[in-house]
Nanobody, 124 residues
Framework: QVQLVESGGGLVQAGGSLTLSCTSSRLILSSYAVGWFRQAPGKEREFVAALGWRADTTQYTDSMKGRFTMSRDNANNTVYLQMNSLQPEDTAVYYC?????????????????WGQGTQVTVSS
């Protein structure tokens, strides 16, 4: 059963921006660390960013620092991933994941709840 739902993916030109959203009808996301991961064709799933449940701890993969930003909207039970200066190598399916009461982890195995992913395609 799908616990998380991602949206906001699409096709964008290099240098452009997208904002991904992650929401749930079952989980109160303010009680969860939320992480974003991505998987490109033929590659393993990789960590992108994570936001702790108290929203005071964030982690980003080095290549995303300064380009990607996570934030929460607790009133709408939604977590966002703002992505700027997108490049073709950012093309992937992006997944959000949730881990109850945690500070956020870079490891996918720590997350018990996952969405089905949203496709991001960056053209050159």
């Amino acid at each position: 059963q799908v616990q998380l739902v991602e949206s906001g993916g699409g096709l964008v030109q290099a240098g452009g921006s997208l904002t991904l959203s992650c929401t749930s009808s079952r989980l109160i996301l303010s009680s969860y660390a939320v992480g974003w991961f991505r998987q490109a064709p033929g590659k393993e799933r990789e960590f992108v960013a994570a936001l702790g449940w108290r929203a005071d701890t964030t982690q980003y993969t080095d290549s995303m620092k300064g380009r990607f930003t996570m934030s929460r909207d607790n009133a709408n039970n939604t977590v966002y991933l703002q992505m700027n200066s997108l490049q073709p190598e950012d093309t992937a399916v992006y997944y959000c994941a949730a881990d109850f009461g945690a500070d956020g982890s870079t490891h996918a195995r720590h997350y018990g709840y996952w969405g089905q992913g949203t496709q991001v395609t960056v053209s050159s």
